[in-house]
């Protein structure tokens, strides 16, 4: 059984930092492109990064290129996403997915399996 296990989400004043994790299991780890999405309020759930099997390819969203990194340890089976510089239209449930494919996208039917989400809010 997959399980996706996101951490990390917390409250943050804009302009900080904040780091989350996933945790993966039940799947090959190294075989699966991951991805980082987040769904506001009363909003649709939006692409904010991915990355390839090894970690040497990365995807992000306009929104959060240049503030947010998302790498991975294919060792411990887990992806991660440090944001810097947050802003208040950061504040979302945050999560975590997997996807059987070589391919990167920041599209969330393409990907198989998902976390349970972690919250992040960012004061203003």
């Known amino acids: 059984q997959v399980q996706l296990v996101d951490s990390g989400g917390g409250l943050v004043q804009a302009g900080g930092s904040l780091g989350l994790s996933c945790a993966a299991s039940?799947?090959?780890?190294?075989?699966?492109?991951m991805g980082w999405f987040r769904q506001a309020p009363g909003k649709e759930r939006e692409f904010v990064a991915a990355?390839?099997?090894?970690?040497?390819?990365?995807y992000y969203a306009d929104s959060v290129k240049g503030r947010f990194a998302i790498s991975r340890d294919n060792a411990k089976n887990t992806v991660y996403l440090q944001m810097n510089t947050l802003k208040p239209e950061g504040t979302a449930v945050y999560y975590c997915a997997a996807r059987r494919s070589i391919r990167l996208t920041g599209t969330p039917a393409a990907y198989d399996y998902w976390g349970q989400g972690t919250q992040v809010t960012v004061s203003s």
């Open positions: 039940g799947l090959t780890f190294s075989s699966h492109v």
């Open positions: 990355i390839s099997w090894s970690g040497a390819y990365t």
